[in-house]
């Protein structure tokens, strides 16, 4: 017997004006499978991310959490069901220190859920979940003005933040772009742990040697649509994926 | 050789940043002086000023809380330019309960305050999805329309307005009341952006997808902001309906807009004690420079451009930063 899908995406789509940004993508999330979804630039992963977390109303399809239909919930209301997720482009509160940027997510009515209360010392939590991302304490990293922090602390703080509300699923998008091969691998084993706890995540990634060490599962986008879906082997082997990314050969 | 100016902490912010700063007298008068000082300056200027000054006193008051008001907005993410709005709200709503229910000054002006919130938060409530510049012009614009709704319909007076209000029972208890709001809101509310709350607030205007990537409903936050500044805007219509025991259309002027934003933009915005410093320099100026007659306005905006030009970062944060920090002169290896 096969657990019921934590996630279930079935037929959404997005017109933006003319433009079919997504077309008619499905798929189902098992509960603790890491999934990786891969694509050329523009082919609709980001938007795929916003239509599941409704940053982005879908014009079409629905999206289940936990059997439970979530696309026509606001936002927060999703986070607050247990998705979190990272945004791709990191902004965080540039004049705060990094531990306070921590504060917004722990202020969240999610922990209200969890735990039946508030957490009374937030400064401290803040630090304790920052530690867990490699903020080492005794270099006071976590201390700094956040817009003086390298692109690899403030990937690990955009984590943390999803982290702190402690979510069912994670949804990732291009953690990895822009860092070293060094803080990558820093970054995996954080994601070994997030999911050795059972956690469900979906991964946007460009980097694609790093995603397949982990990843159980590939879908590939191309133009919107979904093109392949499976194991990472099994899916690169696909002529249409491998024309989707090295392009056709002219006649 | 180059030369480049650094700016480094003083010993004294250090050794008074904790526990340590009960050790001796000098460290203790350093957390207390910029405390203590607004505190026993505002609760004495009334009592050594002349009767003129004393009224112009009010008048400070009034729009260092109408900047507040836009500064704590301001920090939520929402660009007013419609504080008129608060104010004629507020004065509206105290002149009416005066004047046809003859209710008691000390009454109406709560009441107004809290029910003037209400209905700033209520109108404004649909276009909080707005942001930026959207939402100031709409604000700029409501103040505009409920003039013309008194004037067309010729409710509450109409362009008479409504007179023979019911003063405070003495200029003490006026001067004395706004003083005790406008030092209450002050540090109040000062503590309350400082805290996770506030904390929240100010993330909506860095960040607000990132808000709401927390489960947190950024409307519900923007919602309370609008009705904490609302509410402050409303106290100052209601009050200054009572000093002038007169309350009609240029409640909703174009000035209870424009100056408290210049007061916080002298002053130094985001801090709200710079939006107060501005108005306790603005206004007063703006009665100094009556005796010019007609040049009066040009010598006003002449002082506006200086203080912009000259201290972009504002009074507050300059007197702030020479506060805590000294600046020295050191060598740059080419």
Redesign the interface.
């Known amino acids: 017997m096969t657990a019921a899908p934590i996630l279930q995406v079935s037929r959404l789509s997005k017109n933006f004006g003319g433009v079919r940004a997504l077309n008619q993508v499905s798929f189902d999330l098992k509960p603790g499978e890491l999934l990786g979804v891969i694509g050329p630039n523009g082919s609709g992963k980001t938007t795929l991310v916003n239509l599941i ?1 409704r ?1 982005v109303k879908p014009t079409s399809g629905s999206v289940l959490f936990k059997g439970k239909k979530i696309s026509h919930l ?4 999703i ?2 069901l247990g998705i ?2 990272t ?1 791709q482009m990191v ?4 004049h ?1 220190p990094a531990y ?1 940027n921590m ?8 922990m209200n859920q969890l735990a039946g209360g508030t957490y009374g010392d ?1 400064d401290a939590v803040a630090l304790d979940l920052l530690e867990e991302v490699g903020f080492e304490r005794d270099a006071y990293v976590a201390y700094k003005v956040a817009g003086a922090l390298p692109q690899g602390y403030l990937k690990r703080l955009e984590l943390a ?1 999803a982290i702190a ?1 402690q979510p069912e699923l994670y949804i990732l998008d291009e953690l990895f772009s822009g860092l070293s091969l060094a803080e990558v691998a820093s970054i995996v084993p954080i994601i070994e742990k997030i999911r050795m706890a059972g956690k469900s995540i979906i991964m946007i990634e460009h980097r694609l040697k790093e995603l397949f060490r982990i990843a159980d599962r590939v879908i590939v986008m191309n133009y919107g649509e979904k093109i392949a879906d499976g194991p990472a082997e099994i899916v690169m082997a696909d002529e249409a994926v491998k024309s989707a990314y090295l392009g056709t050969e002219a006649d | 050789m180059k030369n480049r100016k650094e700016r480094i902490d003083r010993g004294i912010k250090a050794r008074s940043s904790d526990i340590f700063a009960l050790l001796s007298w000098r460290e203790m008068l350093y957390l207390a002086a910029p405390r203590v000082l607004p505190v026993v300056g505002c609760l004495v200027l009334p009592l050594v000023l002349g009767a003129y000054w004393q009224k112009v006193l009010l008048s400070v008051a009034v729009f260092a809380l109408l900047a507040i008001s836009w500064d704590i907005l301001a920090q939520t993410g929402m660009v007013s330019l419609g504080q008129a709005l608060f104010f004629g709200v507020g004065a509206y709503l105290s002149g009416v309960m005066n004047h046809y229910w003859g209710l008691n000054p000390l009454i109406t002006i709560p009441i107004a305050s809290v029910m003037g919130g209400l209905i700033c938060t209520l109108l404004l409530l649909p276009v909080l999805r707005l942001r930026g510049i959207y939402f100031s012009m709409v604000t700029l614009i409501i103040p505009l329309i409920l003039v013309r709704v008194v004037e067309a319909t010729k409710i509450f007076g109409g362009t008479e307005g409504l007179s023979g209000m019911t003063p405070l029972p003495s200029k003490w208890i006026e001067l004395y009341l706004v003083m005790a709001v406008l030092l209450t809101a002050l540090f109040g509310f000062r503590r309350m952006m400082d805290s996770d709350y506030g904390l929240v607030l100010k993330g909506i205007n860095d960040n607000d997808r990132s808000v709401i990537n927390a489960g947190i409903n950024i409307y519900w936050f923007k919602a309370q902001s609008l009705f904490i500044a609302g509410a402050l805007g409303a106290f100052c219509g209601a009050f200054m309906t009572h000093v002038y025991m007169f309350v009609g259309m240029p409640v909703f002027a174009l000035d209870y807009s424009i100056l408290p934003i210049a007061a916080a933009i002298v002053g130094g915005p985001g801090t709200l004690a710079g939006a107060t410093l501005g108005a306790f320099i603005l206004v007063p100026l703006s009665e100094a420079l009556r005796g010019f007659g007609g040049l009066r306005i040009v010598l006003y905006g002449a002082f506006l451009v200086i203080f912009i030009v000259a201290l972009p970062e504002g009074i507050f944060h300059y007197l702030q930063r020479k506060y805590h920090q000294f600046e020295r002169w050191t060598e740059v290896e080419k």
């Open positions: 977390t940053f606001p936002p927060y209301k986070v607050r979190a997720r945004f902004k965080p509160f540039y705060l306070k504060i917004i997510p722990l202020y969240s009515p999610r937030r933040k509300l």
